[in-house]
């Protein structure tokens, strides 16, 4: 989210310490993180960021933030956006690059399975 790279983390891991660039890139993730938890009543905020926006559409708010657009994650934290609004302002061809033709249906032996919805 905040653009290090893994090597990076483990050495944050093992004590050493973070450029000045990164220290201020983790710090504002924390601080956003901790804006949403307490202004919007997100009791686990880990699990808020790795939630979809809208069934069917992998972008979450970790991609949103990732990609610097914080207005986009903050509007979605605190309802002034509706999801679809935000994945028109963040990705306008989302409806066409997620779509799927394939359904979840009970078919007639009381099983759940997949098939691809007919017009």
């Not at 290090?4 to 973070?18: D, E, H, N, T």
């Not at 905020?45 to 903050?74: H, N, Q």
């Not at 979605?76 to 690059?97: F, M, N, V």
Request: charged fraction near 20%.
């Amino acid at each position: 989210m905040i653009g290090v790279s893994v090597p990076a983390l483990q050495k944050w891991r093992k004590g050493k310490i973070a450029s000045g660039a990164n220290r201020n890139r983790l710090a504002g993730l924390v601080a956003a993180g901790t804006l949403i938890q307490r202004n919007y009543m997100v009791e686990e905020i880990a699990s808020w960021f790795e939630k979809p926006l809208v069934a069917g559409c992998p972008v979450t708010p970790i991609d949103m933030y990732a990609r610097g657009d914080c207005v986009l994650v903050f509007g979605h934290a605190g309802g002034h956006l509706g999801p679809e609004q935000i994945l028109d302002s963040y990705e306008p061809e989302w409806r066409d690059k997620y779509n799927s033709p394939y359904v979840a249906y009970r078919s007639a032996d009381g099983q759940m399975s997949i098939g691809i919805e007919l017009d």
